[in-house]
């Protein structure tokens, strides 16, 4: 160790680890998205006037993009607007509200449960949390959640309407689940009639090494398995084009797609399909994004790597502490023994090192070991990072140094 | 009368009435929006990176012409996404799910009521039937809704949580709230402490005359009330630049903007403040607006005196039917002798005239009277508005002879 704590937070630095935010030399990749703006101009290869209302699902060839990054038919994508969050949030909003297909209104219900593998993404607890829906932790293994565990409550209790899934990647332990956990997934008895997978493929196209894992077909699966209306998939453009500016799909079974446009006719009369015809222009095909994902692939990637160098060598010793290595996405999961997480993104602070909350990758935000911190290197850079994993190391050191005086 | 029923039915045109969509040649008025985005770039004038994540609430630019546009303080202004209709169901869809401001939440009340003037906006009581919300209607006067009701009825029922007003050349009647009628919602005891106004000001700069007239501050005129929290205030630059791509606006108290946000954090990491940034780029000030909507004026007007010079031509010596000449907005509502609306938009789609369903300005799809009729001019050409006219006066007149023939 080369450096003590003291002397680091004397530095004065004030460095953001807290949120998966691109960062800018990834934005600049899609500097034609912005560009070409007038080229593209206004009307879609079908003669539609994109400057005009509807076309509630989508412009048709933004629709077939989002099919073709997806691996699914047209007809089971929606082309939205610029988040994926939106559509998870108003999907569970409209069942709450409606009731999911053909069920009564979820508010009607006497109570709703999910199931949450943690560590998990916390703006999916918020908006389960914000809607009063009971939120049950399910540990998140080496191939995805817990599936005997899921298995067994879901079977049973008619109350759990759903579990949130980000099947590659995971947000924040960068998990990839095994066929047998999506198959398991696919084919489990539901108690609840209207059983929902809230499927986040944030990731599907996020690779950090050579190996480019694929994300499964879940709406193939869930059909195949007698469940076609069981997967809802969510996905977007925002960390492939622009995080403010992209296009948000949803994905699932036509049955489900009428149900959503339903729900959605009330609120708005059609999204911004401007903005959808530059993204068709730009993206084009899945082969032109997977090359843009090797531009982002170029940034993030040296960054991951000196995270995991510098905690390597300064937390490589010290027994309970570990951390993830991902093959993609854009969080790294680091554990102390248990007891010290708090403790040390407290640390991490006062030296000028902001980290998301100890707790946050947890429901009601309660880490009930205190020992997960998540960690987003993508926006600062390589030389920050580098900083910012030596504050870590040495904040943790120094939590477990106090406690074990404490012991003593 | 120049030509039958028969004959024009003959003709086979077809020509859609039904929605106030704005003409290809208004949406071109804001051609520079899509070719400037390139100069227009993505820094902000405070070196805001605006294709990244964040800004809850818009850009800081756009939430201050906004405040410029609405004549309030850009902290009482939200700048969002491309619909206003989406922040008028959200805030309503809000409530349910969470309450009102400090309020239980509308969905554990055991009834929620909103008043709807009638005629009134079809999405607007499309949102309240979705969301099992009762709709009351009270009658539209030439300055407004029918004050003596809506205070009586506002005053005493705690179910009422709230009252539709379009307060500037109304959707479909044209109506301009008289500046009494504004202080006397604004001033008015209610029974539910969570009673709120839902002013949407759509045709806030949507003059047809040299009149220009103004909307009123509802959002000062509550506070002074002593009632600051009463008014949500909606627009958007849909009707003003481009429909599917505007930029849409939510005003009201700070505190009203606190709850807003507290919800909208739980669904969404932000707007486009790409579009926000091109819309400050391009709209820069209210005379500018203003500059812009005379384009529009002259791209409509002719198509109002169209509608209206035919109308009078042909009904003008029919009793018991008239029509609005509004000084603003997109819509003229007629009028037909009690129980020939339906059959008038039953006859006018037989001659290939599809007009907006009878009874669709009211709740529940329910004209009492069947004699409402809204017609919508924007989109079609003048020429087309002349045969359009010609069909539903024919169509009229062949009702009206119907019924005549019924009774003898």
Request: proline share 7%.
């Amino acid at each position: 160790m080369t450096m003590t704590y003291e002397a680091f937070k004397a530095l004065g630095l004030a460095i953001d680890m807290t949120r998966g935010k691109p960062a800018p030399e990834q934005l600049d990749l899609s500097q034609a998205l912005i560009d070409d703006a007038a080229r593209v101009g206004h009307v879609s290869r079908d003669g539609i006037d994109c400057r005009n209302y509807g076309h509630l699902l989508g412009l048709p060839e933004a629709r077939e993009l989002g099919a073709q990054l997806l691996g699914l038919p047209a007809s089971h994508v929606v082309a939205a607007g610029n988040s994926s969050l939106e559509l998870m949030h108003d999907v569970l909003a409209f069942a709450m509200l409606h009731g999911m297909g053909q069920g009564e209104p979820w508010r009607r219900a006497g109570e709703v449960a999910f199931l949450c593998p943690v560590p998990g993404y916390d703006r999916h607890f918020a908006i389960c949390e914000a809607l009063g829906i009971r939120m049950i932790a399910v540990p998140m293994n080496d191939d995805g959640p817990d599936m005997e565990r899921v298995e067994a409550l879901v079977a049973t209790d008619p109350a759990i309407k759903g579990i949130w899934c980000t099947p590659l990647y995971s947000n924040p332990t960068g998990t990839i689940y095994s066929p047998e956990t999506v198959q398991r997934l696919a084919r489990m008895p539901a108690a609840a009639a209207d059983f929902r997978l809230f499927w986040d493929d944030a990731y599907r196209f996020h690779h950090l090494t050579d190996e480019r894992c694929r994300s499964p077909d879940i709406v193939g699966a869930c059909a195949d398995a007698g469940h076609p209306d069981r997967a809802i998939v969510f996905a977007s453009t925002s960390k492939v084009t622009i995080a403010s500016g992209g296009v948000a799909l949803l994905a699932s079974s036509p049955r489900n797609i009428d149900w959503w446009q339903r729900c959605v006719s009330i609120r708005t009369i059609g999204p911004d399909k401007l903005n959808q015809l530059r993204h068709v222009h730009y993206l084009r095909d899945l082969p032109t994004l997977e090359r843009l994902m090797e531009g982002h692939r170029a940034v993030l990637q040296p960054k991951f790597e000196a995270l995991d160098a510098t905690l390597r060598s300064l937390l490589g010793d010290v027994p309970g502490v570990s951390w993830t290595k991902p093959k993609g996405g854009y969080f790294v999961s680091l554990y102390t023994p248990d007891g010290y997480a708090k403790r040390t993104v407290e640390l991490a602070a006062q030296a000028g090192i902001v980290l998301t909350p100890a707790g946050a990758a947890f429901p009601y935000r309660i880490d009930p070991r205190d020992r997960h911190l998540r960690l987003a290197p993508s926006c600062p850079n390589p030389a920050q990072i580098e900083q910012a994993a030596l504050a870590i190391a040495l904040s943790v050191r120094r939590a477990l140094d106090e406690g074990a005086r404490r012991v003593a």
